[in-house]
């Protein structure tokens, strides 16, 4: 072999080794960051365009209780906003309404930038799986329902780390909640009584440890409390209740939906004996399991990492964690008790399960974790699954799964449009 044949072969030798060296360190795309975050940002105005409209007279109707009639359940949202910012004109309840919920899903992507979710189960496609969910999907949807400041108020104790503040925020949050809507001793005062026995795992002392503890079970009685003054105390009579309808026609410029107010002189017992008739359904356990596998995937995967995170971070406190979790993110199937919107509240177990989520990321992150693979691949699926979710939503609407956009050129062709 000639000297120059010899090195042609070395050299191609080389930079084959140089190849392999190179391919080694360059990550699979799969494994990308940037590739996540392009995704979560994609699916999410995906996710949000398909569910997204104005919000309904339903919603309309309830944000103008207020005050005027005597103290009521519900009252407060009204009290507050409505009189001083002309709600009853419905254009600018909804703006504000629509601000409400852009605002919502800003704290869900700057509380996921606090907690380093991405940074810390790397290459971060957790993000994309809730951005892609059905759950954001519905909440788009009830653009105007009370369920959005709920939300927002359970948000802010949680980008709070110190566990004192955490629960003085808390209680603020938890009161304001309640007087807006019950509905937040069964969604969310969960997670905020979770979020605050989490301070028992990461303070070192055990003094610290037990006000942790005491502080956790004071904000759940303090809800149950409050709920039930307000379940006895802030039903209206029949009189009470026309005078508030009278009060609300003259500012309202849309016409009131009579079934939301119709509500209000009824009792925790005569709701019950409602909901009797509404189990008692041939319809509704298919029509629960229908719901649930539209919301319960993605439920299951993001619990899976926050179990896999404190299994690494907590390995010593996992269990009890472990139930906290679960209680926390199971709670409004509780709802399903009280009233029959059955996507309303399954989809809330999705939003638990990504708020708890960031919030152990939060408040224990500690080194980054690898993801199992399995729980990876499940991810991907979950992530297809939600891309092809579809299905009915409040006022009989439909939701096609994609293209969910109304083709324009349709009905002059001479073909039936279906509305989304």
Known sequence: ????????????????????????????????PGLWRYLALGLGVLALGKGIRLPNLWSYTQAQFDYSAGFMRRGLFGFVLTRPLRLGLYGHFALVSTLFLLLLFAGLALL????????????????????????????????????????????????????????????????????????????????????????????????????????????????????????????????????????????????????????????????????KLVWRRRTYLPAQVESLLLFGPTAAVLSWATFVLLRRWRPWQYRWLYALVLLATLAPLSLHLV??????????????????????????????????????????AVMLLNLASGGGMLDNRQIRPFPFLRATDAAQAGCPVVQP
Not at 12 to 22: F, N, P, T
Request: charged residues 20%; aromatic residues 8%.
């Open 112 to 275: 996921a930038h606090q907690a380093r979710l991405a940074e810390r189960t790397p290459p971060g496609e957790l993000l994309a799986v809730y951005a892609s969910s059905y759950s954001v999907t519905y909440l788009a949807h009830l653009n105007g329902y009370l369920d959005i400041p709920l939300a927002l108020l359970c948000l802010v104790p949680l980008f709070l780390r110190s566990t004192a503040w955490r629960v003085a925020a808390a209680v603020v949050c938890t009161a304001i909640g309640l007087l807006i809507h019950e509905q937040f001793l069964f969604c969310f005062l969960p997670v905020l009584v979770v979020s605050v026995l989490f301070g028992a795992a990461m303070d070192g002392s055990r003094s610290r440890r037990r006000l942790a503890r005491a502080a956790g079970v004071t904000l759940l009685m303090l809800g149950l409390a409050l709920t039930w003054c307000l379940g006895w105390r802030g039903s209206m009579s029949e009189e009470q209740t026309a005078q508030l309808s009278q009060s609300i026609a003259q500012r309202a410029d849309r016409p009131l939906v009579q079934g939301v107010i119709d509500v209000l002189p009824r009792t925790p017992k005569e709701n019950l004996e409602i909901m």
């Open 339 to 380: 009233g029959w919107d059955k996507n309303r509240w399954n989809e809330l177990l999705s939003l638990n399960a990504f708020l708890l989520l960031l919030a152990v990321s939060k408040l224990f992150g500690g080194e980054p974790v690898q993801l199992p693979v399995g729980l990876r691949r499940a991810c991907l």
């Open 1 to 32: 072999m000639s000297s120059s044949t010899l090195l042609a072969t070395q050299q191609e030798q080389i930079e084959g080794i140089d190849y392999e060296l190179e391919a080694q360190e360059r990550p699979h795309v799969f494994d990308d």
